[in-house]
């Protein structure tokens, strides 16, 4: 007989229970709220620090310029290009009106971090129980992919979220198939979907995981989730349309992924600190895995009890999206590895569940301690560069236009978003240094009126423009920005410099990472 009410904690591995039958001790005792409080407080000091020790760069800029938008070109311009991290951009907008330095903007995302490590603790604990739980958060919170991508102003905090939120409420659908459990799971999942495209690969991931049993109750439980499924699709169906429209455009810069681009995605979701740290994960995952065949063959099997079945779910979370990825990329590069942050927790709560099985006290607090120090080294390291990507010098570039730009000097920028991080740090200094504020030069491309709109962020100019408009000024400045390898610019920039030194003989350079400016200048 089944119970009436499921409690969700604790469960012996080698009880035979099924799917659905399982009850435990309760999982928020006073003690395990304490806990996660001390655990918080220090995750919150670890994301809070240096937050903006790392200068802001053109993908934190971008968000900024999407979210100040008038409503009508935020979605002119979503539908057109921006459909992705949609989501994050309304909260986003919605945030800045309560301030709008770089320390508050990229407080959004470690809150959200924050929000987290409760959501990591209660899918544990509906997995396995208080001890797993606890160390999932342990682990999350001094991890420090997940303090990198807390301390950005991007979707990417946010989309960890509400993966975790969706996966449990999609174990709790499988354990109460509640209508409140099922709006839950399609509310959840919409929302990690616009959060980030990408969140479609963990739907997957949830369709793959869910067993079809024979069972009474294991009929009704699918039946449940593929309605909950069939609404996820149509609330989705704009952003599915956006991306069957837009192809892999807006993401054609993505390199063709190699071996080493695997290596370094798992040395960074572990937590940055290299082979040693990467190593203790991936024992503590097989040591939670093992027996190993007893996991592997629920594969081939729907008639799974409760202990296997959750391993093979987080098993399936971690490794599909991105085996799924790595496959598709034979065909167009679309692996990137901060994408798919979203399998993070899996990670953790996996890690965790190893940990957790250790036959001795003493060996799972020092396997623990272990790699929580590691974390926290990776985490220092983190502090002193990027590991996964280099910020460009928009910044930098910005600031030394509005420095040196003189009275009557133009500037156009050789794509058009290049103009997006200039907009921002001009408001940025205008906020700092107001009595030091100046027009800066007139912006003679992209433009389509006096503040950006939606036209703005596509498109390069053309011959015919740059005969016409830069004649009437003496001195133009020129941002180039993604315009070709090193030695090999591309047509637009060599355009650009023909056109140009026709008017204008003489060219000074200064050159910022990933970002170059000219200035044209007549003697």
């Not at 934190?60 to 951009?89: I, K, P, Q, T």
Request: glycine residues 6%.
């Amino acid at each position: 007989m089944l119970p009436s009410k499921m409690a969700v904690d604790t469960v012996n591995d080698d009880a035979g229970q099924s799917l659905h039958a399982r009850s435990a001790p309760p999982l928020w005792t006073r003690a395990s709220v304490f806990t996660l409080a001390l655990l918080a407080a220090a995750a919150a000091v670890l994301r809070f620090l240096f937050l903006v020790r790392k200068p802001f760069w053109f993908d934190e800029c971008f968000s900024v310029e999407v979210a100040r938008l008038s409503w009508h070109d935020l979605g002119r311009l979503l539908w057109r290009r921006e459909a992705n991290m949609s989501l994050y951009y309304l909260l986003l907008r919605g945030w800045l009106d309560f301030g709008s330095g770089p320390f508050f903007i990229r407080s959004l995302s470690v809150i959200i971090s924050l929000a987290t490590l409760p959501a990591i603790f209660w899918l544990a604990g509906k997995l396995f129980d208080r001890r797993v739980a606890l160390l999932s958060v342990a682990l999350m919170s001094l991890n420090a992919y997940h303090i990198r991508y807390a301390q950005e102003a991007r979707s990417y905090s946010l989309f960890v979220l509400l993966a975790t939120i969706s996966s449990g409420f999609l174990v709790a659908v499988l354990r109460n198939p509640s209508r409140g459990n099922r709006v839950g799971y399609v509310l959840a999942s919409v929302l990690a979907v616009y959060a980030h495209l990408y969140g479609l690969l963990l739907l997957a991931a949830h369709w793959l995981a869910v067993p079809g049993g024979d069972r009474t109750r294991e009929r009704l439980c699918f039946h449940a989730l593929r309605r909950s499924w069939i609404w996820i699709g149509f609330a989705s169906l704009p952003l599915m349309i956006f991306a069957a429209k837009t192809g892999a455009g807006p993401i054609r810069w993505i390199q063709r992924p190699g071996l080493h681009d695997l290596v370094d995605f798992a040395e960074h979701i572990s937590g940055n600190d290299g082979v040693v740290l990467l190593l203790l994960y991936a024992a503590a995952c097989v040591a939670a895995i093992m027996p190993l065949e007893k996991v592997m063959r629920t594969f081939r099997c729907t008639d799974i009890k409760w202990n296997v079945w959750r391993l093979r779910f987080l098993l399936i979370w971690l490794l599909f999206p991105v085996a799924l990825t790595l496959l598709l990329s034979l065909a167009r590069p679309i692996f990137l590895g901060r994408y798919f942050i979203f399998c993070l927790p899996a990670l953790m709560i996996l890690a965790s569940a190893g940990l957790a099985k250790l036959p001795r006290s003493w060996l799972m607090a020092a396997s623990l301690a272990a790699m929580l120090l590691l974390s926290l080294q990776g985490t220092l390291s983190y502090y002193d560069h990027d590991f996964d990507l280099e910020r460009d010098g928009s910044e930098a570039a910005a600031y030394y236009v509005l420095d040196h730009a003189q009275p009557g000097d133009a500037i156009l920028f050789h794509i058009a978003e290049a103009r997006v991080p200039y907009e921002f740090f001009k408001s940025i200094r205008a906020i700092t240094s107001p009595q030091e504020v100046a027009a800066g030069p007139e912006i003679i491309y992209p433009r389509h009126g006096y503040r950006l709109d939606y036209r703005d962020f596509t498109g390069k100019p053309i011959s015919d423009f740059l005969h016409s408009a830069p004649s009437h000024y003496s001195r133009v400045w020129l941002v180039l920005m993604s315009n070709g390898t090193p030695g090999y610019p591309d047509a637009t920039t060599l355009m650009l410099n023909q056109t140009l030194c026709e008017s204008f003989p003489r060219v000074e350079r200064a050159k910022f990472p990933q970002v170059e400016l000219r200035l044209y200048s007549r003697p």
